[in-house]
C-alpha cells in the first residue's frame, strides 16, 4: 500500500522496460512495482519528479519513507522514543498529536534525496533500522538510463555545452506536459521563468495541446516584473494574466502566510507573499538555479551553489509549494529536474561563474541569437521576486519596514535575544516575523535552522535591492 504525493514523468517508460501490469492510472503504482522488483533503494533513485512517500509492507512488517532530491514535495515526521511515529505534508498537521511521552515530540522535516525503513512490530510501534541517501544532486540519476536524448554531446567545448544544455532544459519542460489538468506559467520576466514559458508555449504546440498556454504575472502596475512579462508574453504568444499586487494587500497577508510557510525565514515570508496571491490560478514555476557574484573563487561558488540546492527545501522550493499547494494548486519545477541539474554542476567551475558581472552568463550564452525569448530579457538583471513586483517608486520591502517600524520598537528589538534565545531575529522585521510564528507555533523554532543570507558580503537584508550587483541601471 501507498499513500504518496508524487509526480514521476517516466513512469510509462519504466513500465514498458520492464513490462509491469497496471491495475490503475494512479502515477504512484509504480512504485508498489519498483519496490517489489528492486526494493526501496533502486524503486526510489528510478523515480524521475517531485515525490513524498508512505509504503506500507504488510508482508515483510516494514514502514518506508522517502521524499525527492531537492524536497519539492513536503514530508514531516513524528517520531517518539517509544517508537509512535506520525507523518504528515504539512508539519501543523502533527502539533496536536497525543503520544504517551511526557514530552513534546520533536516534529522534523524529512530529509530530501533521502529514504527510511522501519520495522513494524505487532503493538504498531515502529524501529527505525535504516536511514540512507538514494540520490544527490551532483550526480547523474539513475532513471537518466531509461531515458536515451537524441544529441547529447560529450566534452566541456563550449558550443556542445550549449546545445547539451538547450536539450536537457527542453527535456526538462517537455516532461511536465504531462498532467491530468490544465497547465499554465507563471512569468515575472526575469531570465528563467521566461525560459521555461517560451518553451512551453513552443513545446505545447509541437504536441498539439487543446487549449492556449496561459502566462501569470503579479505586480503593480509599473512594476519592472509586470513590464517585463508583457514583452514576454507578447513575444511568445501566450494567453496573458496579470494579477495586481499592493503592499497593503501584502501586509494584510503576512500572517496567514506565515501560518502556511510554517517558517519564520525573513526572506521566505517576504517573497511568499506575491505567490500567494495567485491562489485563483494554476501554474508552472521556476525555481532559481543560483550562481552568486560575489564568491571569491569559482570553486567556492561551486561548492555554495551546491548547499544552496540542498536548502532549497528550507526556504525556496518550500515557499513556492506552501503558498501554492495551500489554494489546491500543483508546482512543477523544471530547472529542478535532475538530469538538467546533475550536467549543470559537472561542468567546469570556471565555467559556471558570472562574467562581466552578469550572473547565470553561461545559460543566456545557451539561448542567444534563437529569439526564443526577446534579448532585453535575456540579458535582463536578476530581480527579487519580492521586490521586482512592485511599483518602481516604492518597493514591497520598503512599504513592509514602514509597516513594522510603527509596529515593533527599538527596545522590542534590544530584548529580541531574551525573547528568542534560540536563532534570534537581529532586525525588526524579523523580530516581527518571529512574534507571528511563535503565536501559531510556540516552541518550535527549530523548524527554521537558520535564516538565508547572501554570502562573501556584508548584508544585513536578504533582499536584492540592498545588494550592489543587482541595483538596476538608470536606463533599465
Known sequence: QTVDLIENYCQRTLKNEFEFEYQ??????????????FGIEKMASMLDGVFAFILLDTANRKVLLGRDTYGVRPLFRLLTDDGFLAVCSEAKGLLDLKTSMSTPAKITAFLPGHFEVFDLKLTGKVESVQMDRFHCCTEEPKHAAYNILEGLGTGFELETVKSNIRILFESAVKKRLMAHRRIGCLLSGGLDSSLVAATLVKLAKEEQLPYPIQTFSIGAEDSPDVAAARKVAAHIGSEHHEVNFTPEEGICALEEVIVHLESYDITTVRASVGLYKYKKYKKTNACL????????????????????????????VLRADRTTAAHGLELRVPFLDHRFTAYYLSLPEEMRVPKDGVEKHLLREAFKGLNLIPDEILWRRKEAFSDGMTSIKKSWYSSLQEHIESEVNDSQLEKASVQFPSNPPTTKEGFFIRQIFEKHYPGRCEWTPHYWMPRWIKATDPSARTLSIYKPNKDQ
Open 24 to 37: 490503475t492510472k494512479v502515477d504512484g503504482e509504480i512504485l508498489l512495482h519498483l519496490y517489489e522488483r
Open 289 to 316: 538555479l543560483s550562481l552568486l557574484n560575489q564568491a571569491p573563487s569559482p570553486k567556492a561558488a561551486a561548492e555554495d551553489s551546491v548547499r544552496l540546492l540542498k536548502e532549497l527545501y528550507l526556504f525556496d
